[in-house]
């Protein structure tokens, strides 16, 4: 499977995913999915140009995301893939996109959050939006860089 990392992260491309993910898995190119900015052209292209020179990144709304993502799963290209939020990877699970693993990277906190772990905040809705997920066989987890050791939801989850 070419879907190296199925990655949410509110900040979407930023340092850590260009020089650490990409580099530690060799992935090949970046898929961005995410509806608001698959309609802004200029946040379309400061994405595009947050990428190291010769990393194609494709911005697309979650159906065309999820076209493309099953489309590359069984490719050979090894391929990033990043969600601005967990509604929008159970979103592409449920389309039928085959992730066995989904990474929290970034969620930021705020009012009606909750703190799972350094900087991963999550409201009910997508705490249930994730449970769904692990429901659904994905399992979840917390990896904020590439040598981390991955932190299962389950350990972090207050209601578990």
Same mark, same amino acid.
């Given at each position: 499977m070419s879907l190296r990392l199925v990655r949410i992260d509110d900040r979407l491309i930023h340092g850590q995913v260009v020089a650490g993910w990409l580099r530690a898995?060799?992935?090949? %190119?970046?898929v961005i999915v995410d509806d608001a900015a698959a309609r802004d052209e200029f946040l379309r292209e400061v994405l595009s140009l947050a990428a190291p020179s010769g990393v194609p990144v494709e911005v697309l709304d979650v159906a065309g995301g999820a076209? %493309?993502?099953? *489309?590359?799963a069984t490719s050979q290209e090894p391929v990033i893939v $990043?969600? @601005?939020? =967990? @509604?929008? !990877? $159970?979103? $592409? %699970?449920q389309a039928g996109v =085959?992730?066995? !693993? !989904? *990474?929290l990277g970034g969620l930021g906190a705020g009012p009606g959050r909750r703190r799972l772990h350094r900087t991963i905040s !999550?409201?009910? *809705?997508e705490l249930a939006e994730l449970r769904e997920l692990e429901q659904l066989g994905t399992r979840v987890e917390i990896r904020i860089v590439a040598d981390d050791r991955p932190i299962a939801l389950r350990s972090v989850d207050p209601a578990r």
């Open positions: 898995l060799g992935a090949q %190119r970046i076209a %493309r993502c099953i *489309d590359l $990043l969600a @601005r939020s =967990p @509604r929008t !990877v $159970l979103a $592409l %699970r =085959p992730i066995e !693993v !989904v *990474d !999550v409201s009910s *809705d």
